[in-house]
């Protein structure tokens, strides 16, 4: 079966579907009819928009949802610095290295006392969050629940949470998400959420995105449908965390405190309400999840080795170059090979593209010759050589033809690959061996 057998059950519903206008109600009737914006909207919710790209954006690129909530994101104190080791000023500020050789990491590692905002470390990142250019990659590893009554939002970009091991669960301003392990989930910039491990620490990779939005790639000669099918996607329901009275929506007062990452910053506000007080929304600004297990995977049926972009899930078009990518999002899934008279394993190559490849899942090694392990990482940059171990080599040269299941499960690797050169931070050197 082409779905991933998740060990936790899911226990939310989802609308289905990428880039569809969806509509979803936690109270019946909670989106007006035809308008947006009535003088005062059914349960005399009010109205607010969170848009995602410029109001002139041509309908292809054009991005928004209507919420209908108990109070306006404006009403909320005034932000102060809140201080974390995410992103921290210190870190933002020291100059990024520049490494051009071979780069592993075996294992980030872990901290206890730390929640999903607090536990994340920028590894490396380029470009500028104030002109919107570029991308960072993070890494999380949460052992703590986030504090009662707080919520998180990033202005600087979407966030793709690539989950290594254990559970999320997420609620956000549209609804809920449990995210597991080979499931994969975007949060576009600006959506407030928090979120609770659900049996015990998390951790795993995040790709933010400095610029525009993750989009389906195009799948050309392809056809209809292959890769990550837009059907498979799946987007939250409205959750409204109040009650009706007299047929007006209201929620309890209660102190919240929202953490804005800002410039690369973390800053924090209080406020008088919960901020998941939406009763509905509509439009196609929102977050969203996949299962990497309904990956349709497409690969060559006779002769030579497909290029990776072919195991795109999700990607960024650059402004810059037709056909290049900010970053496309890869997935190395179990698949069959059948390929004659060739070479199994990537072949030896250097490119224009930055590659940071990392590790999900992984059958037990016992060899103990495994470069790094899930939640470590490679990185290789522009023009850096890489390709098989000396032992791989010899073993494929030596491999007897005939079809192969490789990568069985469990088994799951993924790869983001950049245009940019990845700058490392302090936390990215930390761990990093340089080849
Ligand atoms: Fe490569």
């Given at each position: 079966m082409p779905v991933t057998a998740f060990a936790i059950e899911e226990k939310y519903k989802y609308l289905d579907g990428l880039r569809a206008y969806h509509q979803s109600e936690a109270l019946p009737g909670a989106n007006p009819i035809a308008q947006n914006s009535p003088q005062i909207g059914p349960y005399e919710l009010l109205t607010e928009c969170i848009s995602g790209s410029a109001f002139a954006s041509p309908r292809a690129a054009s991005s928004q949802t209507w919420l209908y909530r108990v109070s306006a994101s404006l009403d909320?104190?005034?932000?102060v610095s809140y201080p974390s080791q995410l992103t921290s000023a210190a870190e933002k500020e020291r100059p990024r290295t520049y490494d051009p050789n071979y780069l592993t990491w075996k294992d980030f590692g872990m901290e206890l006392g730390h929640d999903w905002v607090t536990s994340q470390k920028v590894l490396c990142q380029s470009g500028d969050i104030a002109t919107k250019a570029g991308l960072a990659y993070s890494v999380?590893?949460?052992?703590?629940?986030?504090?009662?009554?707080?919520?998180?939002?990033?202005?600087?970009?979407?966030?793709?949470?690539?989950?290594?091991?254990?559970?999320?669960?997420?609620?956000?301003?549209?609804?809920?998400?449990?995210?597991?392990?080979?499931?994969?989930?975007?949060i576009p910039r600006g959506i407030k959420y928090r979120v609770n491990l659900v049996g015990g620490f998390a951790r795993g990779y995040i790709c933010e995105l400095f610029h525009g939005h993750y989009q389906l790639p195009e799948l050309g000669p392809l056809?209809?449908?292959?890769?990550?099918?837009?059907?498979?996607?799946?987007?939250?329901?409205?959750?409204?965390?109040?009650?009706v009275i007299d047929n007006v929506a209201t929620c309890e007062a209660a102190n919240w405190t929202l953490i804005n990452k800002f410039n690369g910053r973390l800053f924090s506000c209080t406020r008088g309400q919960t901020p998941f007080d939406v009763a509905a929304w509509h439009g196609t600004y929102y977050p969203y999840k996949y299962d990497l297990g309904r990956f349709n995977v497409i690969g060559s049926l006779l002769y030579d080795h497909p290029d990776p972009c072919i195991f795109t899930v999700l990607t960024a078009p650059s402004y810059r170059?037709?056909?290049?990518?900010?970053?496309?999002?890869?997935?190395?899934?179990?698949?069959?090979?059948?390929?004659?008279?060739?070479?199994?394993?990537?072949?030896?190559?250097l490119n224009t593209m930055s590659e940071f490849v990392g590790m999900i899942m992984k059958e037990a090694d016992t060899s103990g010759d495994l470069v790094f392990k899930p939640f470590g990482g490679m990185m290789t940059g522009p023009m850096t050589p890489h390709g098989s171990t000396?032992?791989?080599?010899?073993?494929?040269?030596?491999?007897?033809?005939k079809p192969k299941k490789i990568a069985t499960e469990p088994f799951l690797a993924f790869l983001f690959e950049s245009e940019a050169m990845m700058g490392l931070t302090e936390a990215g050197l930390k761990h990093a061996e340089s080849k």
């Open positions: 909320r104190g005034k932000y999380y590893a949460a052992t703590e629940d986030m504090p009662p009554n707080s919520a998180f939002f990033s202005s600087d970009g979407d966030y793709l949470i690539v989950p290594q091991s254990g559970v999320l669960d997420i609620h956000t301003e549209m609804g809920n998400i449990l995210l597991r392990p080979c499931e994969i989930a975007v056809g209809t449908s292959a890769l990550a099918n837009p059907r498979d996607f799946q987007v939250p329901t409205a959750v409204f965390n109040g009650t170059e037709p056909g290049t990518a900010l970053v496309d999002f890869a997935i190395f899934p179990p698949r069959w090979q059948v390929m004659e008279d060739t070479y199994w394993l990537p072949p030896f190559h000396k032992k791989e080599h010899e073993e494929e040269r030596s491999k007897e033809f």
